[in-house]
């Protein structure tokens, strides 16, 4: 096995707002502070990379579409942001990406890791794909910065995402409109694009204490974090969740359902500062426990854990079983 640093290292990125494009931001500002050069890629990029997809001294980790081109890659970690559900993204699609997952398997120049021990189980015992390792996702640097001293006051309830069939927001939002009407002051905030806001906007019914701002760059995320008391989440096969740690870096209480990735980023607060509901979604339940979390006190959460430095730290960890060729032995891992 090698015991050298990566030259340098290659990531492939998503959208320029969401998830993956965080990630891979994240990362790479992560690999800078501990002194190796980061590159993020379009998912396609990699493509045009063949030589340096080969050149094992330079570490790729590849998200999305770029898996595809494990076939031909040294010294690579594909990287499994969640699983494919049939029901939201079809067969062709979950076809293609559990295809794509087992590229990340075959090959020896490549391991396949989860950002939760949840997406692994269902990658493993679902699907019979090898998981070679779980290193969850960071947390962006800017989350992590100390908040400028202000009074500031949290009177939103806040939902960071896409507006997808997937996430519930539309059973969530009957429960916290629920919670306006007792609460004088409470405002929602619904952040993010997609092909349910006109169906939101229509159960908003005109209410101008509901605030749909669209897709918001993170600084601007934050900034609205901050001024909100609760965070809503109603994704039940969410594979993590990096806006979980968005919120509860910027004291907000969280509700979600009591399933997911989510559920293993800070058991501990579970009850104190995360709120779970049944995953079948009630209103009445989705309220109480938005009652509970308007409730709590607003702290800001250690997640020193997931710094970017430290998740990188762990992905050096995984690097570190690339043999000097860039192959990998997968024999005794799980």
Not at 111 to 132: E, P, T
Request: glycine letters at 8%; proline letters at 6%; a positive charge.
């Amino acid at each position: 096995m090698t015991n050298s640093f990566p030259e340098r290292i290659l990531i492939s990125g998503g959208r320029e707002i969401g998830g993956i494009g965080s990630f891979a931001d994240s990362l790479r500002e992560g690999f800078t502070a501990l002194g190796i050069a980061a590159e993020i890629l379009p998912p396609f990029g990699i493509f045009r990379r063949v030589r340096e997809l080969r050149d094992p001294k330079i570490l790729k980790i590849l998200s999305t579409t770029a898996v595809f081109a494990a076939p031909f890659a040294r010294r690579t970690i594909c990287m499994a942001h969640g699983f494919p559900c049939v029901a939201h993204q079809g067969w062709l699609r979950t076809l293609a990406v559990i295809a794509s997952f087992k590229l990340a398997t075959v090959f020896h120049g490549t391991q396949l890791v989860c950002v939760s021990d949840y997406s692994a189980l269902h990658l493993q015992s679902i699907f019979g794909l090898r998981v070679d390792s779980v290193i969850r996702n960071p947390v962006h640097p800017m989350f992590l910065e100390e908040a400028p001293e202000a009074d500031r006051e949290r009177n939103a309830m806040i939902y960071v995402g896409r507006l997808h069939s997937a996430k519930n927001i539309d059973r969530l939002l009957p429960a916290m409109r629920d919670l306006l009407d007792e609460n004088s002051g409470l405002q929602i905030c619904i952040v993010g694009e997609g092909p349910l806001r006109p169906a939101l906007e229509s159960l908003a019914g005109g209410d101008n204490r509901i605030e749909f701002l669209g897709g918001l760059p993170l600084r601007q995320v934050l900034g609205r974090l901050r001024c909100s008391r609760v965070f809503v989440s109603g994704n039940p096969t969410e594979p993590f969740g990096i806006v979980y740690l968005e919120a509860l870096s910027q004291g907000c209480a969280v509700a979600m359902p009591a399933s997911g990735g989510g559920l293993e980023i800070a058991p501990e607060l579970i009850g104190r500062q995360i709120f779970l509901f049944p995953t079948a979604m009630e209103r009445e339940d989705i309220a109480s426990a938005l009652r509970k979390a308007l409730k709590a006190e607003p702290v800001i959460a250690t997640l020193s854990n997931y710094s970017a430095s430290s998740v990188c730290q762990s992905y050096l960890a995984v690097d570190a079983r690339f043999t000097k060729r860039g192959f990998f032995q997968p024999e005794g891992i799980r």
